[in-house]
């Protein structure tokens, strides 16, 4: 799988997006859906809805992953910083994709949405010591996974 890291000046250029407000009245960005198995330019936004507003909250880094030589991506990763709560996480993704959480994953390490209609799971978890090691990431920061699954043709649902 090749990992290809957006710079974050051309994430915010693009204008689609899915929010969540919270008590501090900042929205949680989350990546589009639409991004997977994408390969025209109607499809590509890398958020989701409303256009942005200064008081958002975007992950620290977005990793695009594309499977074997193909172009177009079957897995997005969105990691924010370790002071956005897991809570304001789930609920922004549970805002529009609640009735797909899977009730034996709502809590814990890590919760699970299966969005059997659009073909991808969501996940979210927060990094702990060993993937600190691993992966380079501060422990605490959170990571929001969006991935295909029953792999089919790119473009094609």
Known sequence: MKHIMLAM?????LTSYAQVKQETGKH?????SKL?????FDCSQLWQDKPPDANDIYPKQ???DLLKNDYCPTGVMAHY???VSIDVLKAAIDE????????EFKTGPVMLWRVESEKFVISVSTVDKQEEERDGLEPGTKTVIYLS???TKCGSQ
């Open 9 to 13: 000046m051309f994430m915010m250029s």
């Open 28 to 32: 949680v960005i989350l990546p589009s």
């Open 36 to 40: 997977l198995k994408c390969v025209s």
């Open 62 to 64: 977005v990793v695009v």
């Open 81 to 83: 910083d370790k002071s």
């Open 96 to 103: 529009r994709y609640g009735k797909w959480a899977m009730p």
């Open 149 to 151: 699954f029953q792999p």
